[in-house]
């Protein structure tokens, strides 16, 4: 039977690409940096396994057999680069570097849209789109990329990288802020966006490892939108929720406060890249990666997407790890 190492398996997509891999009959082995959070795939037959990007000797552990390998585990905030690239790019290279001396045979990488500048709607990003990332957390996407080509070209296994959109779902931090009733956004949301529903997410993602996918693309579902239309839509089936957007410069001088004063310890959101990422116009060409595979979204639209989401928050308990500061 295929063997399929998950890391970030406890995270938003990880889950969902756990959950997808047992339903398809396979039995992944899931990489778990907190064993707190190991408990969120409780009846999930899944193969846990102690590791962390930042410790090499557990990633040649969690490697050993395996044949495909589906990276999701990394420092997902919009933080400096310093503060990024231990996980980003140093525990990507060691991760890569272990699979190819275990003779693992596919990795597939979850990068991000960031990896890409401002497009337009005349001109969204395609399969053409040069990389020219605007923040650190993109900067950091686009040197792991490069650092798993690298290890590609020199006998390692064969690379897969989708640099996914904005993926929202019941464990989105975004989410956890719309079921307590109010969103403060930083900037006025006229910006074009793309976005992709997290069952969408797992769905591309789990396909494109089994099928050995090599490409190099963005992703996204078939209708990007800006973020005003997303939180109509979500106001248009959530009478409880208000959004309240701030302008993008007000933001902006108030995250370079809050980045100053914040001494708590663990990840934050509440950064400048935060508000400049946020303010980006990223359109996504429709189709990219999906007609490769021959599949088409679930949710093709966030008019689709986010009633779902609302439809499954109701019974939905979940801390994303930004809001777990624990160790």
Not at 61 to 76: F, I, K, Q, S
Not at 180 to 206: E, F, I, K, Q, S
Request: charged share 20%.
């Amino acid at each position: 039977m295929e063997t399929v190492l998950v890391t970030g398996g406890t995270g938003l997509i990880g889950m969902e690409v756990v959950r997808l891999l047992c339903e398809q009959g396979l039995r992944p082995r899931v990489l778990v940096r907190r064993p707190r959070r190991g408990a969120l795939l409780h009846g999930l037959d899944v193969e846990p396994v102690q590791g962390d990007l930042t410790r090499p000797a557990s990633l040649r552990r969690a490697v050993e057999g395996v044949d495909t390998v589906v990276h999701l585990a990394a420092r997902a905030t919009m933080e400096p680069l310093d503060v990024l690239r231990p996980t980003i790019v140093d525990g990507t290279r060691d991760l890569a570097a272990a699979a190819a001396d275990a003779g693992v045979r596919h990795l597939l990488y979850a990068s991000s849209l960031l990896a890409h500048g401002a497009a337009t709607t005349a001109q969204p990003i395609d399969a053409s789109t040069p990389p020219d990332p605007q923040v650190d957390y993109g900067r950091a996407k686009v040197e792991a990329e490069g650092v798993l080509r690298t290890i590609e070209a020199g006998a390692g296994p064969s690379v897969g990288i989708v640099r996914l959109p904005h993926v929202y779902g019941p464990g989105d931090l975004l989410f956890s802020r719309v079921r307590r009733g109010l969103l403060v956004t930083p900037g006025l949301g006229h910006n074009t966006y793309a976005h992709l529903h997290v069952v969408d997410a797992a769905r591309l993602l789990v396909a494109a490892a089994r099928a050995g996918w090599d490409g190099t693309s963005a992703t996204a579902d078939d209708t990007p939108a800006t973020w005003k239309r997303f939180f109509a839509t979500v106001s248009e089936h959530d009478a409880r929720f208000t959004h309240l957007p701030v302008p993008a410069p007000l933001a902006r001088a108030g995250a370079h406060v809050a980045a100053r004063l914040d001494r708590r310890p663990g990840p934050s959101m509440i950064t400048p890249d935060t508000v400049t990422g946020w303010n980006l116009a990223q359109p996504v060409a429709p189709g990219l990666v999906w007609d490769d595979l021959a599949l088409r979204p679930t949710y093709p639209s966030i008019e689709q997407g986010i009633p779902a989401v609302l439809d499954a928050s109701i019974l939905f308990r979940w801390r994303h790890p930004v809001d777990d500061r624990r160790r």
